[in-house]
Nanobody
Framework: QVQVVESGGGLVQPGGSLRLSCTAS????????MGWYRQAPGKERELVAT???????NYGDSVKGRVAISRDNAKNTVFLQMNSLKPEDTAVYYC??????????????WGQGTQVTVSS
């Protein structure tokens, strides 16, 4: 099986920064795209950022210019550096990995989420 685990969330003041991490583990042959999504109370889950295995990135409009996604392929880990945080960035942040497992089957795996709260 494959597990995806996020870390790094917490409480931060407006204008502050946070760095989220997400690691996939288990019977992994290859990881294709990895990404971050978020869901605020009463709202739908939305894209934050994605990164391909080759490093091509894509960002949601609400975070462009304030976040940067990166990955360490050797460690099956993706990072999300968030700067200039705003109260509206408060949400549960989820990591997703598009994983090819040891049986050559491809599936999306999601983490359990990490809470980010931006408040003074």
């Amino acid at each position: 099986q494959v597990q995806v685990v996020e870390s790094g969330g917490g409480l931060v003041q407006p204008g502050g920064s946070l760095r989220l991490s997400c690691t996939a583990s288990g019977r992994i042959f290859r990881i294709n795209a990895m990404g971050w999504y978020r869901q605020a109370p009463g709202k739908e889950r939305e894209l934050v950022a994605t990164i391909s295995s080759g490093g091509t990135t894509n960002y949601g409009d609400s975070v462009k210019g304030r976040v940067a996604i990166s990955r360490d392929n050797a460690k099956n880990t993706v990072f999300l550096q968030m700067n200039s945080l705003k109260p509206e960035d408060t949400a549960v942040y989820y990591c997703r990995g598009n994983v090819v497992n040891h049986l050559w089957a491809t599936s999306d795996y999601w983490g359990q989420g990490t809470q980010v709260t931006v408040s003074s």
